[in-house]
């Protein structure tokens, strides 16, 4: 009886993660407790204008290998059994996207996410940056700045920062958070006060 009991919970253990949605990710940010400390670390103060703003002043997406450029790297490092053409379009594949917890098998309906935007990346400091700095942060692989998620979620967020806008999957309210303080770190970009306090509250509930 005991041998049974054990087989069945291991079979439904198996069920489990088979069942839970399998997906990829950007790089891990840091912990709770370094995000933190980064956190605290940034320079609070009011947002900038966005004076001069324009989309191509990131330029984006550029070549990373051969015929893929970022997003089509992102696509294939967030999707399962994505598999690409010679011009590395998707082929076949399915995308889970966090933000609002929906699979998509369309990459039409997926939109590249910079977790934290460039109008917010613009209005936080990147104004004054050079346009090759400008561009490493648009198509910046190396941190948790690029995400697959629906084109309705990513047009939902907009340029919005946590103060304004959570993905709709509180489960990942977390690690969005953690995302948004490394990238803001990483490049010394400022924040707001009532954007501190949104990811103070998001890091809670790590």
Known sequence: MRRLTALLISAVFVWLLASSPAFAYPPT???????TTQLNALTVKAEGSSTG???DKFPHWHTVSGACDTRDEVLKRDGTGVSVDSNCEPTAGRWYSVYDAVWVTDDSAIDIDHIVPLSEAWKSGASGWTTAKREQFANDLTIAQLIAVTA???RSKGDKDPSAWKPTNTAVHCVYAREWIWVKHTYGLSLQAAEKTALQSMLATC
Not at 29 to 35: D, I, R
């Open 53 to 55: 703003y324009s989309r």
């Open 29 to 35: 940010p840091p912990s709770a407790s370094t995000a």
């Open 152 to 154: 309705s979620s990513n």
